[in-house]
């Protein structure tokens, strides 16, 4: 810094503190010691800053920069100006935080708003002068010594533990207990030192799923999740099991018996948990570390399996960069919600196909994540681009009405006063009552009046003067304090009133225009989130839409819509199989813009991936549009009187029923659709002139005699095609009869093929 200036210290600078609650046990200092340490070194280094306000977290960890709301509010207060601050000031740097993030945030701090960070425990040493940059270099880097030291002694102990062939903590896995061997008394607490044996209820489970998997290679976790959860024989305190859950079963090599252990390490980057692959040499494997639940060989079957789905899905790798957030395929992605159970509604899609026309498609649909696993009973299907394109003709709608070409939207008027009233209620109701306010100041100003007059009486006794002089310096101090007050709350109205700034919405809004016309998913789910708060589809196809009309002022939700109370009765415990919305996953912002842009695009991802970023707000601020889910429409539906037609030309000409697969070619479409058609065309007639369906067969599925005959003459050699004109139905139902039965009987079915022309 080669032109910086100190400021010089004696003035009384505006400063705010911040206190933080700390798992640390080394420092346990409380948010109230923390204050009182700031006290005394402001005395002693005799330093007459100002204190404007203080804010403090409770929270024990301050890894996550999201779980200190007071830290948050903070930066919105000082970054507006809202609160005058050149200072922030904490006890130590710990209280600020210290991962590399932060730093780069106490430098932007600094350098956009020239406001510095702090600390008691250096005399309040400007950073951004030499001295202070080395001090700070140096506190980091013992910081960051001392807790690589901490942390490598944790991880030596485990390691020890797992050389003498003990379990190294925490919860022991799934299908296993942990069966203490002995205790050993350190410090003042008691190690235990445990093995790993068999749980003997979950250990059959486990066993289950892998056998499960790898006699059924095309069931994926979701499916192995929901055969789990439907088994009645599985007492319901295990469950639900989730599909993420079976899938780490599937490719933890524990079950095998062999531990591998410190294969990832966890790290905070841009405040978001990340997983990291930990190098070879650190990660420790140790075969026969416990007795195995299932084979090797088993387990390294299901992993090849797993590993063939997952190309199938063809999932490309992120390459060697350390992505941050992902980017999205659907631009409604996290939005869209199943009314039933409050679950995301996730993009689920049919593999490709092509139609018997030749074209390839593939359908999209929203369905709720849980009822893959059969946890909720919810079976609504959105198709994506049909609730895609009707969603952003709604917003359009909304934010765009046609007959407002330019200028300002008609709507406009209507929020500034909605702001503005919300902006007075909350503000009669947050800080005492401007009247009340107003009232004591005028009446400590004629006291005040009162007294002067007192002390210009010269015979005026040495103890009432003194009395009074007393009385009249703290009303001074009052109404000095009033003011602040008064002129902190004006302060703050006429800033709010700024950021409903009409012009500021219009360009907004062009930019949301903007982005809608491009074909970039991720970036419009960004825009969306600021404006959508969900859509709910329900069970029964209906779905409403919620718009915040402040979507393009995000600014004034921290304001507006923080209402403690309202969000506790909001957010108070529903019903236990209800979902809470969780925190979506950081959206990577990298690619979509550079500089500047970025870390715009970055604040606006924050504040969208929050699932309370509209909490609190009244209703009146929100759109509510209903619609429901189209009907299914489909060839077969359109063409039907077509077909129908068709088929009763031909009849006549030929004198017998038409083959539905020549009428399939004639029409570009497969056999069933052609019979859907006629089915569907037959209701509208309702007459049974077209008999083009086979008669119905015997029932076989469920039906035990029938299956029992087909099981004795299968097992007595009778080939699959006669057994099917025997029960009088179709080859394929004797081969579906078979194939359960197989199943049944834990085999694989012998490929009929290999029999078929024997006679
Ligand atoms: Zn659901």
């Known amino acids: 810094m080669a032109n910086y200036r100190p400021d010089d210290r004696s003035k009384p600078w505006d400063v705010v503190r911040y206190l933080r609650m700390s798992g640390d046990q080394q420092n346990k200092r409380s948010p109230d010691q923390q204050n009182d340490v700031i006290d005394e070194r402001l005395q002693r280094s005799n330093l007459p800053w100002v204190t404007n306000q203080t804010y403090r977290d409770e929270a024990k960890t301050g890894r996550m920069l999201r779980n200190r709301p007071d830290f948050n509010r903070m930066l919105a207060d000082v970054k507006s100006g809202i609160i005058p601050a050149r200072y922030i000031l904490v006890d130590t740097i710990e209280r600020f935080g210290r991962n590399e993030d932060l730093d780069e945030l106490r430098r932007r701090l600094f350098r956009k708003y020239g406001i510095s960070v702090l600390c008691a425990d250096q005399d309040f040493a400007d950073p951004n002068t030499q001295n202070g940059e080395a001090a700070a270099l140096l506190e ?113 090599p524990i079950y095998t018996g062999e531990l591998v252990w410190a294969e990832y390490s966890t790290d905070i980057v841009d405040d978001m948990r990340i997983l990291e692959r930990n190098p070879d040499d650190e990660v420790m494997r140790v075969p026969n570390f416990c007795e195995p639940i299932i084979e090797k060989a088993i387990f390294d079957q299901v992993g090849q399996f797993r590993e063939a789905r997952r190309t199938n899905r063809s999932i490309t790798e992120a390459g060697t960069r350390r992505q941050v957030g992902m980017t999205y395929n659907y631009m409604l992605t996290g939005l869209v919600r199943c009314g039933t159970c409050g679950a995301s509604m996730v993009p689920n899609g049919s593999s490709a196909y092509v139609t018997a026309a030749g074209e390839e498609r593939r359908y999209v649909s929203y369905i709720c994540a849980k009822s893959y696993t059969g946890l909720c009973t919810n079976k609504a299907h959105v198709k994506e681009d049909w609730l895609r394109e009707t969603v952003i003709e709604k917003l359009r709608e909304r934010l765009f009405p046609v007959d407002s070409n330019e200028g300002e939207p008609p709507w406009m008027t209507e929020i500034v006063d909605l702001v503005k009233s919300e902006l007075a209620r909350t503000h009669s109701e947050r800080d005492v009552s401007r009247p009340a306010l107003a009232r004591e100041m005028s009446q400590l100003e004629e006291q005040t009046v009162g007294w002067s007059v007192s002390l210009a009486n010269s015979g005026l006794a040495a103890r009432l003067r003194q009395k009074i002089e007393s009385d009249y310096a703290s009303a001074l101090d009052r109404i000095a304090e009033i003011q602040s007050l008064l002129n902190r709350q004006d302060s703050e109205f006429r800033q709010v009133s700024e950021i409903v700034n009409p012009s500021e919405v219009t360009s907004r809004l062009n930019r949301l225009s903007d982005v809608l016309s491009k074909d970039c998913p991720t970036l419009c789910n960004l825009m969306l989130s600021m404006h959508i708060e969900s859509i709910v589809v329900s069970d029964d196809g209906q779905i409403v839409m919620r718009t915040c009309k402040l979507g393009s002022c995000p600014e004034s939700m921290h304001w507006c819509g923080e209402n403690e109370a309202e969000r506790e009765a909001i957010t108070s415990p529903k019903d236990r199989h209800c979902t809470q919305p969780r925190r979506r996953v950081r959206i990577a912002t990298e690619d979509l813009a550079s500089g500047n842009e970025d870390s715009h695009l970055r604040e606006i991802a924050e504040h969208v991936t929050n699932p309370d970023r509209f909490a609190g707000m009244p209703d009146d601020w929100f759109w509510t549009d209903r619609f429901l889910i189209p009907e299914k429409s489909c060839w077969s539906k359109d063409n039907a009187s077509a077909v129908l037609k068709r088929y009763l030309e031909l009849q006549s000409k030929t004198g017998k029923k038409p083959s539905c697969n020549a009428l399939a070619k004639e029409f570009g479409k497969s056999r069933p659709t052609i019979l859907q058609a006629l089915d569907y065309a037959q209701c509208d007639h309702d007459e049974s002139t077209t008999k083009h369906r086979r008669a119905s067969t015997v029932k076989i599925k469920g039906n035990v005699e029938v299956e029992r005959r087909i099981e004795e003459m299968h097992d007595a050699g009778v080939l699959e095609k006669d057994i099917a004109s025997e029960i009088g139905t179709s080859r394929s139902s004797i081969t579906a009869a078979l194939k359960r039965l197989y199943d049944q009987r834990g085999l694989q079915k012998p490929d009929g093929r290999a029999t078929r022309h024997q006679d």
């Open 140 to 252: 980091n880097f013992r910081a960051r010594a001392d807790s690589r030291v901490k942390r490598h002694n944790v991880i030596r102990g485990k390691r020890d533990k797992i050389r003498l062939g003990f379990w190294p903590g925490s919860k022991a896995p799934f299908g296993f207990s942990l069966h203490v061997v002995r205790t050993e008394p350190r410090g003042d607490r008691l190690v235990r030192h445990s093995h790993l044996i068999h749980h003997e209820v979950t250990a059959a489970i486990a066993r289950s799923v892998f056998m499960k998997s790898v006699r059924n290679p095309s069931m994926g976790q979701g499916a192995l999740a929901m055969w789990l959860n439907e088994r009645a024989d599985i007492s319901d305190e295990f469950k639900p099991f989730h599909a993420d859950t079976v899938g780490r079963w599937l490719c933890s």
